[in-house]
Nanobody, 124 residues
């Protein structure tokens, strides 16, 4: 079993930065590809970013490319999402997810393990 806990959300102004963290406990984190998703009120959960098991490859949704950076620290068993140049449309609950595969999926249904989410609110 894998447990994920997100932190680092908050209320910021447009143009500010936030760094989300996701700590992993249970089975060894290095065996899992990791992803970040977000869900705004009334909308479906959407893909944000993902990283392979060893962190050698990353990919992003077009809406965050160039502004967000996903990284992982397998020694600390954590995954991070650095969010720069935040926009009001980035407002959502952000979730991290884990799947026991090398290449991280891009759809929520393909992930077995989820955190509880952390709220990010960006004011204009």
């Amino acid at each position: 079993q894998v447990q994920l806990v997100e932190s680092g959300g908050g209320l910021v102004q447009a143009g500010d930065s936030l760094r989300l963290s996701c700590t992993v406990s249970g089975r060894t984190e290095s065996s899992y590809a990791m992803g970040w998703f977000r869900q705004a009120p009334g909308r479906e959960r959407e893909f944000v970013a993902a990283i392979t098991r060893v962190g050698s490859l990353t990919y992003y949704a077009d809406s965050v490319k160039g502004r967000f950076t996903i990284s992982r620290d397998n020694a600390k068993i954590a995954v991070y999402l650095q969010m720069d140049s935040l926009k009001p449309e980035d407002t959502a609950v952000y979730f991290c997810a884990a799947e026991k595969t090398y290449w991280p999926p891009s759809t929520p249904a393909e992930y077995h393990y989820w955190g509880q989410g952390t709220q990010v609110t960006v004011s204009s």
